[in-house]
């Protein structure tokens, strides 16, 4: 009988399942599911999360003492307005603010080094100002060595800039006086005439209703408060490099560098021609790079017995052509001898023999050969197994002539149709090579009858003979490449033993099971069955 062939195949029944990772994202991003994703995700967001943080935390630092720096210079503005209207308003029915008085009373009254003072009439003109008083004095920095060809223009140019500042700095501060000159309290940050930031507070001063005059307060600690915020950003900036740094040492330690042993065992395989890559440690991890590193291994060891089992077919086939070119041999050289027509006759039919048999071989090796990449080549879909048996053993019927072993087909008894995944040039080349197999053990005036059942969600085909049945030691023996035993009387070299061995190739690719077993009556073998079993769906 004919056999299996052993050549591994990537799709069979017993081939190693490994877990697959989660699928990227959309667009490309990674996967919440990835346990590197998270790793990566996470350790870039830690420093962007301390950096936004310190600088949530510095800005509500910073607006708070702003704030209060307003709040302080309003209750100051507001008591040092009080005592002006009360100590330097004359007149009546129709007050007014007497300037020297009011300026007395302000140079009198106790103002920081940080902070300015002005009092305005209620035309708006200056009356007093803290800085004149104190002979107080603007200090800003000289601007930068030219050379002697660029002097006229640098200072033009900063002339202008000075003159521009100094007319955004008086038009800010008319503005504010105006507002408080019609009751209103005013309080903003503005720029100075030498550009620095300071928090302003101008309280009318009135006499009942009537405005008398604005008191403007400044406080010039706004750029400290600034400073002192970026000196305070400086650890959440340190922490977030530390951070980064930290995850790009993790990152190259966990991903980088795997992957350089992975392409570097690669490489050794490709260079020293091993059969296999041998990572323990990078298989026991439980994230994508452990799953790289198990398919990997897996898959050299999948090709690894490929080409084990290439290399034991190409034996065996060296082994079974050798047997009828060794007969042609034989038989040539025989018959340059030989001068006797019958005996020549004979030796003519030897030679015939062979040629068949060399040619019987070559085909059957061409199409196990080709089997793999024609399973690879065409995709599994949905078929009626039922329909399928049908059609093949009614061309079994059509073509056989009287006295040849006839085929009959019993379907199932639901009478439906009977549905499996899988290709149908493969399964329909694994019945007729059960069929022919069966007919050629059974005796003159015998039938081959193939049946299908369904039962536990799998389809069940049988193909049955009248035959002497199998050995029971042959059992499986009989799905061996190249294995072939034939009963007395049966012509020698009429099978290549390729034609079970292609079935069982075809069946477990399709993730089912073939055997063989015995029909028995009365205790007595009565022939051999084949039964395939593959999953319905």
């Not at 940080?114 to 007093?128: K, N, T, V, Y």
């Not at 800010?172 to 507070?201: H, K, N, W, Y």
Request: with cysteine.
């Amino acid at each position: 009988m004919a056999s299996a062939t052993d050549i591994a195949n990537p799709e069979g029944a017993g081939r190693r399942r490994l877990r697959r990772g989660p699928a990227p994202g959309r667009w490309g991003l990674p996967s919440l599911g990835s346990r590197l994703g998270r790793l990566i995700v996470t350790l870039n967001l830690i420093g962007l999360a301390i950096l936004i943080g310190g600088a949530l935390v510095l800005n509500e630092l910073r607006q708070g003492l702003i704030s209060a720096s307003r709040e302080s210079l309003t209750q100051q503005g507001e008591l040092i307005a009080n005592v002006i209207d009360q100590l330097a308003t004359v007149g009546d029915p129709t007050p007014a603010l007497d300037a020297d008085t009011a300026s007395d009373v302000l140079f009198s009254l106790f103002i920081p080094h940080s902070q300015r003072a002005r009092l305005f009439d209620a035309q708006g003109r200056l009356l007093a100002d803290s800085y004149l008083v104190a002979d107080r004095v603007e200090v800003r920095p000289l601007p930068s060595i030219r050379r002697p060809g660029d002097l006229s223009f640098s200072f033009g140019s900063d002339s202008q800039g000075q003159a521009h500042r100094r007319a955004a700095a008086r038009a800010a501060l008319d503005l504010e006086v105006s507002q408080a000159l019609a009751g209103t309290r005013v309080s903003s940050i503005r720029m100075t005439a030498s550009g620095r930031r300071v928090v302003s507070v101008s309280i009318p001063i009135q006499h009942v209703r009537q405005v008398l005059g604005v008191l403007t307060l400044e406080a010039g600690d706004v750029e400290s408060i600034v400073a002192a915020q970026r000196r305070a950003l400086i650890p959440f900036i340190l922490i977030a490099v530390l951070v980064s740094l930290t995850s790009s040492f993790l990152l190259t330690r966990l991903i980088a560098q795997p992957v350089m042993r992975l392409a570097r065992a690669a490489d050794r395989v490709r260079l020293s021609r091993a059969r296999a890559i041998d990572l323990p440690d990078l298989a026991q991890r439980h994230d994508e790079l452990g799953d790289l590193a198990r398919s990997l291994e897996a898959m050299t060891r999948a090709l690894s017995d490929r080409m084990e089992a290439i290399e034991r077919f190409a034996a065996d086939v060296a082994h079974e052509l050798r047997n009828p070119m060794t007969s042609m041999r034989s038989a040539v050289e025989t018959l340059e001898i030989v001068n006797d027509p019958p005996a020549r006759e004979k030796l003519l039919r030897i030679l015939a023999q062979d040629v068949g048999r060399l040619e019987r071989l070559i085909t059957d090796i061409s199409n196990a050969s080709r089997l793999d990449a024609e399973l690879a080549r065409e995709s599994p879909r949905v078929l009626d197994l039922a329909r399928l048996l049908a059609d093949i053993c009614s061309f079994y019927e059509a073509t056989t002539r009287p006295g040849e072993i006839g085929v009959g087909f019993t379907p199932p008894a639901s009478g439906g149709p009977v549905n499996v995944l899988g290709r149908e040039g493969p399964l329909g080349q694994v019945i007729r090579n059960l069929v022919d197999n069966a007919r050629s053990f059974s005796p003159p005036g015998g039938e081959v009858r193939v049946g299908l059942a369904l039962a536990h969600r799998e389809a069940f085909m049988t193909v049955e003979d009248d035959g002497p049945g199998i050995p029971p030691e042959n059992l499986e023996t009989v799905f061996e490449r190249f294995y072939t035993s034939r009963p007395k009387g049966a012509a020698f070299g009429g099978n290549s033993g390729l034609g079970l061995a292609i079935a069982r190739q075809i069946v477990e690719a399709h993730g089912g099971r073939i055997w063989a077993e015995n029909r028995t009556a009365a205790g007595s073998v009565t022939g051999a069955r084949f039964v395939v079993a593959l999953s319905s769906v």
